[in-house]
């Protein structure tokens, strides 16, 4: 996976809780997206980082915060989880924007 | 309009035969293209970036025709091993990539 791991692997949340999602990575690279995938539609973009410190909103950051305090840590929160973030997210780093590399995803459910 | 679109599939071929399937893209400014694998329950990871003149990698092609805007994968003798999802990706412009949702490809024995 390029250097990229992602924290939690599964998790079931009730509506309303909030959590953290790690995505870290050992090879250096500045770019770092969150995204999530649901069935029949494509990877879609929740937010994004093109180096520390720095985040941006990507096509569907309402409900979802990030922060990029280290250059290997991209963090995903849920402050309050809704059934319809139920998905399976993932993080990808990149040296360029366009060839980016994925981390193995969290599945997340929301009950 | 989605920026990408593909045909789902299923394709479903015999071992040996030849696959191909294209998508369209939206944005006419954009200037990067690729074609991504993904396996079930996997993360998406990149098959080959897609350039103007085409290319080919192994048993795959890949065609670009700017005027229509579409993108085309081939594969050639097909294995059991390239089952997967393809999923065509282009640049969103600003250090995004915009995805399709993907065609699925069954390779069967």
């Known amino acids: 996976n390029a250097g990229v791991t992602q924290t939690p692997k599964f998790r079931v949340l009730k509506t309303g809780q909030s959590m953290t999602l790690l995505c870290a990575q050992d090879?250096?690279?500045?770019?770092m997206y969150w995204y999530r995938q649901d069935p029949g539609m494509g990877l879609r973009l929740i937010h994004y980082?093109?180096?520390?410190?720095?985040?941006a909103k990507g096509e569907v950051p309402d409900g979802y915060n990030v922060s990029r305090l280290k250059k290997q840590n991209f963090l995903l929160g849920l402050e309050s989880a809704a059934p319809s973030q139920t998905s399976v997210y993932f993080c990808?780093?990149?040296?360029?924007?366009?060839?980016?590399?994925f981390g193995p995803g969290t599945r997340l459910t929301v009950t | 309009r989605k920026e990408v679109e593909q045909d789902p599939g299923p394709f479903n071929v015999p071992e040996g035969a030849t696959v191909a399937f294209n998508c369209t893209y939206s944005n006419s400014a954009s200037q990067s293209f690729f074609w991504y694998r993904q396996d079930c329950r996997k993360e998406p990871k990149l098959l080959m970036s897609?350039?103007?003149s085409g290319n080919e990698d192994g048993r795959f092609t890949a065609q670009l025709n700017r005027a229509s805007q579409y993108i085309s994968l081939l594969i050639r003798d097909s294995k059991l091993s390239d089952s997967a999802t393809y999923l065509c990706v282009v640049n969103g412009g600003d250090y995004k990539l915009s995805f399709g949702a993907g065609t699925t490809v069954t390779v069967r024995a």
């Open positions: 990808a780093i990149a040296t360029t924007p366009y060839e980016q590399y």
């Open positions: 090879m250096n690279h500045e770019y």
């Open positions: 897609v350039y103007s």
């Open positions: 980082s093109v180096g520390e410190g720095t985040t």
